[in-house]
């Protein structure tokens, strides 16, 4: 008898031991980027208990971690806290609003939110597993980073994904794609293979190690893949990387040194590129070098070789925490290589080299990661597929949604995915840059999962859309946007009772000021 009754006592004392590690609230976010910090704060305003988990330990992702000159498309689309963001980053500027900032200016905006609205954040806590039962998740497990902390499980009435990698949607067992579709699947005309001009070489860069001789092997970056037949789809993704903060200001530049891994074999192409063309300037042909204030940059890819890793990103949205760290180093490993490339080898024309010694880190940015910023640049990992697929015809008004959940303009916008072979030469591929239309609806079903998957999940980064017509709505911005939507349609589920896909969209649309 003593013998169950101390089995029972086991059992009750494990039981509550077991509700004592589970935090309960009414919204989880999962993703402080953006999107999450804005979906955090705006269900916070309406009253409901919150929880955002970020992974890294910097909030708003690409928006404080280097993307300074905002892609927009039309202002116009860009309303309620998603616009008084650009307001607040006026006002540290002594502006109405502003759209080009200094990464550390908008941490602080984002970090202003989180302290106005006592928003409880854990950092460097990343996902472990989901708990899902008749379509519902119950809990997720998350894990810190670093080993640091014991796993917490944490409760929630509605979850919300505004990661990048869609990593909670794919736990919960909800559909999604990675890659292109063909034009076929869906009736368009700019998703698929695409061969064109844009961030192109020009004909005769050689392709082999010794030139001329396919026998001695491929040069670095090259892919030994056939292009496949135009408006094919693939599982390939558009290449990564960093947007870049640099200085010119000799009072606060750190000079860009040789990293300690640096191959400059790896640059081999630009050498290459040079002999049919060699620019006056680094700006718009090796490297986007856009102005910020106070004598920074926010650099982007620019041309047939620059700072986009092509091809190497493949296994990164599938990809497990360890697989995506070595991707990340990788970038990382090339990018500053590259830059101490441009500025330092002597095969580069003297006054390239000139020009990039003017360049350095900024010592006021990134003091917690070596004045680099830590996050790559994810444009497109998974993409949910639900209800209703956002397409190339609604980015061009030919289909038109009356659930909106905010607006689209940008142009349908697709970094290059890959670097072939083409008639002997080398050729990218998959750079596509289609705009000519004005703001657009984005389907609320496009944030939700089919109600036969999950029916407390909302998805307003890795939405349902095809990847052209991702690469249009993919902007920080309409992230924003999206978060707010997400968090309004999660408290009206919550009151109502009901599933996320059944809340009254034409009720949200009011609250959240979308006619």
């Known amino acids: 008898m003593k013998k169950v009754i101390v089995i029972l006592l086991s059992l009750l004392y494990s039981q509550c031991a077991k509700q004592d590690n589970v935090i309960n609230v009414d ?21 409901k208990s919150v929880l955002l ?27 309620g806290m998603a616009r008084d963001f650009y307001r607040q980053i006026g006002k540290h500027y002594g502006k109405d609003e502003q ?26 806590h990343r996902l472990s597993s989901v708990l899902k039962k008749e379509r519902s998740i119950k809990e997720i497990v998350i894990e810190h980073s670093k080993g640091k902390e014991k796993n917490k499980i944490i409760s929630a009435k509605v979850f919300i994904d505004c990661s990048y990698e869609g990593d909670l949607m794919a736990k919960a067992g909800v559909t999604y794609t990675i890659g292109r579709e063909s034009n076929a699947q869906y009736g368009e005309t700019y998703n698929g293979v695409q061969l064109l001009d844009k961030h192109q070489f020009r004909d005769g860069v050689d392709p082999y190690v010794i030139p001329g001789k396919p026998e001695s092997g491929l040069i670095w970056g090259v892919s030994a893949d056939a292009l496949g037949i135009n408006g094919s789809g693939d599982t390939k993704v558009q290449a990564y990387n960093f947007r870049l903060c640099l200085t010119n200001n000799p009072e606060n530049r750190i000079d860009i040194s040789r990293p300690d891994d640096y191959d400059s074999t790896k640059y081999e ?31 982007n890819n620019c041309g047939g070789f620059s700072s986009d890793m092509i091809g190497m990103n493949y296994n990164y949205p599938d990809g497990d925490y360890a697989v995506r760290e070595n991707i990340i180093q990788d970038h990382l490993t090339y990018t500053k290589g590259w830059l101490y ?88 591929e998959g750079d596509v840059q289609i705009g000519g239309f004005g703001p657009y609806p984005i389907a609320y079903r496009s944030l939700v999962p089919k109600k036969s998957e999950c029916i407390n999940l909302v998805v307003p980064v890795c939405l349902s859309a095809s990847h052209i017509a991702y690469g249009s709505i993919r902007m920080e911005p309409v992230f924003m ?31 959240v000021g979308i006619k």
């Open 27 to 47: 919204i989880c976010i999962y993703g402080g980027t953006s999107s999450g910090v804005i979906a955090a704060y705006a269900a916070k305003l309406q009253g």
């Open 341 to 428: 490339f441009l500025g330092h080898d002597p095969r580069m024309p003297e006054h390239l080299r000139n020009e990039m010694l003017q360049w350095g880190y900024p010592n006021d940015e990134y003091p917690d990661s070596d004045h680099f910023t830590p996050q790559l640049y994810i444009r497109e990992a998974r993409r949910m597929v639900s209800d209703y697929v956002m397409t190339q015809h609604n980015c061009q008004g030919k289909e038109v949604v009356e659930d909106g959940a905010g607006l689209a303009a940008y142009t349908m916008d697709s970094h290059n995915i890959q670097r072939i072979i083409v008639n002997g030469m080398v050729k990218n």
């Open 99 to 124: 759209w080009i900032f200094e990464p550390h200016v908008a941490e602080k905006v984002f970090l202003d939110h989180v302290e106005r609205a006592d928003i409880q954040v854990f950092y460097e």
């Open 53 to 79: 988990i970020e992974p890294g330990s910097r909030l708003g992702g690409m928006s404080s971690g280097g993307l300074g000159q905002t892609d927009i498309g039309n202002k116009v689309a860009i309303t």
């Open 269 to 299: 192409l630009l050498i290459r590129q040079l002999k049919s063309y060699t620019p006056d300037s680094l700006n718009w042909q090796l490297l986007h070098i856009a102005p910020m204030p106070n004598q920074k940059t926010d650099i």
């Open 481 to 511: 946007v999206l978060g707010q939507s997400a968090a309004t349609a999660a408290c009206l589920s919550i009151d109502t009772g009901t599933a996320i896909q059944d809340i009254d969209v034409k009720k949200l649309q009011s609250l």
